[in-house]
């Protein structure tokens, strides 16, 4: 986890004290329109496998976890809103992801171990966006919890760039050079996302949500669960995130996934 991220979170706690409660106007049961935005940095660590054409008679296969360990922040930002019990929310989750690494042997030829004493000096980059749009219901609303049911889509559009140099001849692929491939996907999903509030004044709250779905891939699925506190001029919260996406063995791009901390804040109107 990039330092500066337990700095953040360590500047907050200690404004909360300080911080007047306000009443959730998001989540109250009126029959008025109410608006929620959320800003939050996403710092995840990537995973995943791809099959990439080396320009020689075999493709080049690589993990993606074996050559990024932790990435860069990316951005996301959720916008919600509601009239009742009914609602809708659209999600983006923007990344732009790249690490040089020396001496890896996460490259396979053809999926054969490299020879004994061969490895690669590589750099991978991995530009991704997840746009999630979805109906909500409120099928449950209490004095201390709420959950929505919702259904929607959401849309993946990612592109893995490989750039290698093997130290020695690998039979069938090419020595050194680059590739990138590129996939675009809609799935259907179906999930469920709720609070739970706690307190003297209900002022902490756990967020928690999940959903999964298919479509164009075999399998995607994303879920998150935290810890937020409620202030007179809206919400800060910290969760723990994992989007997953299962693209299927036959395909240049096989799997995908992100994970970590989340650190946002949310203002509702």
Do not use: C
């Amino acid at each position: 986890m990039p330092r500066h991220l337990p700095l953040a979170i360590l500047a907050a706690s200690l404004l909360l004290p300080s911080l007047a409660f306000a009443q959730d106007r998001f989540d109250d049961s009126s029959d008025d329109w109410r608006f929620r935005a959320s800003l939050y940095a996403f710092v995840p660590k990537v995973g995943g496998n791809a099959r990439l054409p080396s320009g020689g008679e075999r493709e080049l296969y690589l993990s993606a976890d074996d050559l990024i360990s932790h990435t860069d922040a990316a951005g996301m930002a959720t916008f919600e809103f509601r009239k009742g019990r009914w609602g809708g929310f659209a999600d983006l989750v923007a990344m732009d992801l790249g690490q040089h690494v020396n001496g890896t042997r996460a490259l396979l030829a053809g999926r054969a171990p490299l020879p004994p004493g061969t490895y690669a000096n590589a750099s991978l980059d991995i530009e991704a966006f997840a746009l999630t749009v979805a109906g909500t219901y409120r099928a449950l609303e209490g004095d201390n919890a709420h959950i929505d049911v919702f259904a929607g889509g959401r849309l993946l559009d990612a592109t893995v760039k490989l750039d290698w140099d093997f130290n020695a001849d690998v039979i069938g692929t090419l020595r050194s050079g680059s590739t990138q491939v590129g996939h675009s996907t809609w799935d259907g999903i179906v999930g469920a996302k709720g609070r739970v509030y706690f307190g003297e004044r209900k002022q902490w709250f756990v967020p928690w949500y999940v959903d999964a779905g298919t479509g164009a891939t075999d399998l995607t699925w994303n879920a998150s669960a935290g810890v937020g506190y409620a202030a007179h001029w809206g919400e800060v919260f910290v969760t723990y995130r994992r989007l997953d996406y299962d693209f299927g063995d036959d395909r240049h791009i096989a799997d995908l996934d992100f994970s970590g901390p989340t650190l946002g804040v949310a203002f509702d109107w």
